[in-house]
């Protein structure tokens, strides 16, 4: 990976990290990951596509797979740079969906307090 590449990879990563919401620690988008794979797979939570669930575990299994793309034993440098770029690409996805799902417990925690403090209120869809 070309060290423009890997500048960019960084920063876009970085940009996910910044322009988040001020109340949504990476430490929750992380420790929202597990849960939103459960919500996603049991149906709650249709807003991560299966697509898109199935490409972030062919990420996680590409960076902690022995077999590459590009080997590290024939072009070192070459083979430890795709296996950061990956991993920095799964991170921010993880991190962003992360920081979605967060949203979306919120916004339904905040509709289901709503609905019992006013159970005569028609659910607005």
Known sequence: MRKENRAAAGAAAWQVIRNTDDRISVWQRIGAVPRMVGARLSGRYP???GVKLVGMLALLLYVVSP???IPELLV?????????GVAVWLTTMLLGEGERFVRWERDGRAQQAFQRANPQAAPSN
Request: zero cysteines; charged letters at 25%.
């Open 67 to 69: 077999i590459d793309f």
């Open 47 to 49: 807003e991560l596509s």
């Open 76 to 84: 070192p440098l070459l083979g430890v740079a795709d296996d950061v």
